[in-house]
């Protein structure tokens, strides 16, 4: 069955940068694009961004553009969404997603809490 | 970007009860990518709804919905002790977006 193993929770400075993985299994992993969100404690989802396990190609939402960071490692059947310059209001679970709006099934990962704090 | 609205904020009702769930977009949704997700405290969200009105694998009949272009809704028919949980609507035409989301409490 298809599994979405993410990265344990991180504690982070302002300023700092964060990466998180995302490892799946139970599938090609090229098969697939992958889908990050995020939600910051009591707070609704926020979409951050999307990445073809198949030729890399990104999109990412307007608001994190320069900051955030989508990549894939093939050979380790493994997402990564890294973070930069993190502030406070970065504090959120963050959750990888094989989301298809065309089929109709998600699959997602258990989310990685970063907490951002001096 | 397209920006969703959900209304209302919070819905209180009881079991058995019929729920309407809006969400208006900003834009129109090209091909209605349009999809609901329910998430449970603690839990990843789960999809419901893809393409506006197509229900996902293994979501019950009593989960409907409909709309086009900038108007969208999702119904439960009957409200089960499960169903208690906050919904949200996505839009996926390129960049994506989530809607602020709806609680639907027990009244």
């Known amino acids: 069955q298809v599994q979405l193993v993410q990265s344990g929770a991180e504690v982070k400075k302002p300023g700092a940068s964060v990466k998180v993985s995302c490892k799946g299994s139970?599938?090609?992993?090229?098969?697939?694009?992958i889908d990050w969100v995020r939600q910051a404690p009591g707070q609704g989802l926020e979409w951050m961004g999307w990445?073809?396990?198949?030729?890399?190609?990104?999109k990412y939402a307007q608001k994190l553009l320069g900051r955030v960071t989508l990549t894939t490692d093939t050979s380790a059947s493994t997402a990564y969404m890294e973070l930069r310059s993190l502030r406070s209001d970065d504090t959120a679970v963050y959750y990888c997603?094989?989301?298809?709006?065309?089929?109709?099934?998600?699959?997602w990962g258990q989310g990685t809490l970063v907490t951002v704090s001096s | 970007e397209i920006v969703l609205t959900q209304s209302p904020g919070t819905l209180s009702l009881s079991p058995g009860e019929r729920a309407t769930l809006s969400c208006r977009a900003s834009?129109?949704?090209?091909?209605?990518?349009l999809a609901w997700y329910q998430q449970k405290p603690g839990q990843a969200p789960r999809l419901l709804i893809y393409?506006?009105?197509s229900r996902a694998t293994g979501i019950p009949d009593r989960f409907s919905g409909s709309g086009s272009g900038t108007d969208f809704t999702l119904t439960i028919s009957r409200l089960e002790p499960e169903d208690f949980a906050v919904y949200y609507c996505?839009?996926?035409?390129?960049?994506?977006?989530f809607g602020p989301g709806t609680k639907v409490e027990i009244k």
């Open positions: 990445i073809s396990a198949d030729n890399g190609n990104t």
């Open positions: 996505q839009q996926y035409d390129g960049l994506s977006t």
């Open positions: 834009q129109s949704v090209w091909n209605n990518y």
């Open positions: 997603a094989i989301i298809d709006g065309v089929v109709g099934f998600d699959y």
């Open positions: 139970g599938y090609s992993f090229t098969k697939y694009g």
């Open positions: 393409g506006a009105s």
